[in-house]
Nanobody, 123 residues
Framework: VQLQASGGGLVQTGGSLRLSCRAS????????MGWFRQAPGKEREYVAQ????????DYADSVKGRFTISRENAKNTMALQIDSLKPEDTAVYYC?????????????????WGQGTLVTVSS
């Protein structure tokens, strides 16, 4: 499966963006999906994940209440709705897939990655 992230851009503080991740080559329905981000000069950090069914979601504390992850298996897509953007949300956002959902293990075994989409939040 290949993943392609899109939807990034330049927004003002307090604005919103909707990132999308589209899969090709194989159905996403058997994978847990996630979003990560990497700010300039920082390590890649976990943002959110969603189970294969879409019923379970998990968020990093830094984005909880502002970000919403969702998926449409029939369309082989996943989305990240980002509201109340802050300058510290500026980063390249990556979508990823793995074959299990776990809130106790947020970082391991993400073996499929998209190419990233840049979100820049101006103050």
């Amino acid at each position: 499966v290949q993943l392609q992230a899109s939807g990034g851009g330049l927004v003002q503080t307090g604005g919103s963006l909707r990132l999308s991740c589209r899969a090709s080559g194989r159905t996403l329905s058997s994978y847990a999906m996630g979003w990560f981000r990497q700010a300039p000069g920082k390590e890649r950090e976990y943002v959110a994940q969603i189970s294969w069914s879409g019923y379970s979601t998990d968020y990093a504390d830094s984005v909880k209440g502002r970000f919403t992850i969702s998926r449409e298996n029939a369309k082989n897509t996943m989305a990240l709705q980002i509201d109340s953007l802050k300058p510290e949300d500026t980063a390249v956002y990556y979508c990823a897939a793995r074959n299990y959902y776990s809130t106790s293990d947020r970082r391991s075994s993400w073996n499929v990655w998209g190419q990233g989409t840049l979100v820049t939040v101006s103050s």
